[in-house]
């Protein structure tokens, strides 16, 4: 495995100019726009998750203390 290339190195592209002023920007940006998707996966399944969990527990009325029941329009026990 090639060791990656330093600032002043020649470019890895082959055009002669420093790796500074040539690929250096398009190989960060790859690194970042990955690490971005990563991100973006991981909130869409969290969203998802939060989702599921907050539906999951529509309709079905809480357990309520001793001589207490659910109201459906305050949501909560009397």
């Avoid at 002043?8 to 002669?16: K, Q, R, T």
């Avoid at 939060?50 to 659910?70: I, K, M, N, R, V």
Wanted: hydrophobic share 30%.
């Amino acid at each position: 495995m090639a060791d990656k290339p330093r600032r002043n190195d020649p470019c890895h592209c082959g055009s002669g100019q420093k790796y500074k002023n040539c690929c250096i920007e398009k190989d960060n940006t790859s690194i970042i726009s990955g690490l971005g998707v990563v991100g973006l996966v991981l909130m869409v399944v969290l969203g998802l998750w939060f989702l599921s969990s907050a539906l999951s527990s529509g309709g079905e009325s809480p357990d309520c203390p001793a001589g207490q029941t659910w109201s459906e329009s305050h949501q909560h026990c009397h």
